[in-house]
């Protein structure tokens, strides 16, 4: 049960992340830049999050060991992350990116496997393995754009950081600190080192539309309260390996809404990989519910 739930929340975390480029691609096309996108996101959630935890009394203090732990989860698995990933929709789709950046799975499920102890069953191969193919073939449509390798190397470079996100929050013992917490901290990390990039560079700029203002808000609620929370839940529920091959539905999500909301053209290879995909995650779902009926038949025997 403990694991269905992780998987669902999962699930509801790429829906959440997998819109989520449709929006930054609103942003930026008025008046906004990938900076103050990147700053407002984590900027207007914070007093949201600081009434969330007085509301539970939930202590702000975090020890000097936590605080440096932070410090390095939040600045390269988020700040870094959200900033290239977000910098590589200038350079090819959204679609693209968002289908490069799942490079990450497969980072997390092999040191997930190698490192630390988790077992890779048959099951879980196939659908990693069904994923990866999934992905390759989303990631179509190059054209020979001279802005091709920066947009490439940003979307795979963001997948980096985002799987060392992901495994130093298992690994470090972030996981169980409080999750609404563990966002305050990478709210307030990301925005202070982007605000203050911002204004040395001069990318900080207020001269957003309105429309601007509200989508970067609903990124901002969206994508910082729910989507970083399910993220953690699903980790704590159901292990980062399993997480990871379920956030394969994030470029379904974005293929689907480009398609749905701008009239993106699709072909039958993306349609494939969007297919392989879902076929990946009711695999591994599947797997799952089938060993917990076996598990709790061998209880029930003895």
């Not at 990933?85 to 799942?102: K, N, P």
């Not at 988790?118 to 069904?130: G, P, R, V």
């Not at 040395?200 to 970083?228: C, E, H, P, Q, R």
């Not at 980790?235 to 980062?240: C, D, E, L, Q, R």
């Amino acid at each position: 049960m403990r694991k269905a739930k992780g998987m669902m929340f999962a699930i509801i975390s790429a829906l959440i992340f997998g819109f989520t480029p449709i929006m930054v691609r609103e942003t930026l096309s008025n008046g906004s830049n990938v900076i103050m996108t990147s700053f407002l996101r984590g900027f207007f959630v914070i007093p949201f999050l600081i009434i969330s935890l007085k509301s539970r009394n939930v202590s702000l203090k975090v020890t000097k060991q936590e605080l440096k732990k932070l410090l390095l989860m939040c600045s390269i698995g988020g700040c870094i992350t959200m900033t290239m990933l977000y910098a590589s929709y200038q350079y090819i789709s959204v679609g693209l990116a968002t289908s490069i950046h799942f490079i990450f799975p497969t980072i997390v499920t092999v040191y997930s496997v190698l490192f630390l102890n988790e077992k890779m069953t048959k099951y879980k191969f196939i659908s990693l393995i069904a994923s990866i193919i999934g992905v390759i073939l989303l990631a179509n449509n190059v054209g020979g754009s001279s802005n091709f390798p920066l947009g490439l190397f940003l979307a795979v470079a963001s997948g980096c950081t985002y799987s060392f996100y992901l495994i130093y929050m298992d690994v470090s013992g972030l996981k169980y600190m409080d999750s609404v917490k563990v966002t305050f901290y990478n709210c307030m990390i990301n925005s202070t080192m982007l605000l203050i990039y911002g204004l040395i560079t001069g990318d900080f700029t207020l001269s957003l539309s309105k429309y601007a203002w509200i989508i970067a808000f609903v990124i901002s609620i969206l994508v910082s309260v729910f989507g970083t929370l399910f993220i953690q839940l699903a980790i704590v529920n159901a292990g980062v390996s399993t997480y990871t091959i379920f956030s394969t539905l994030e470029p379904i999500t974005s293929v689907i809404l480009g398609i749905v909301l701008f009239n993106e053209t699709t072909d039958p290879r993306r349609l494939l990989g969007c297919f392989m995909i879902f076929l990946s995650v009711m695999i591994l779902a599947l797997s799952t519910r089938f060993q917990e009926r076996k598990a709790k038949g061998r209880v029930n025997n003895e």
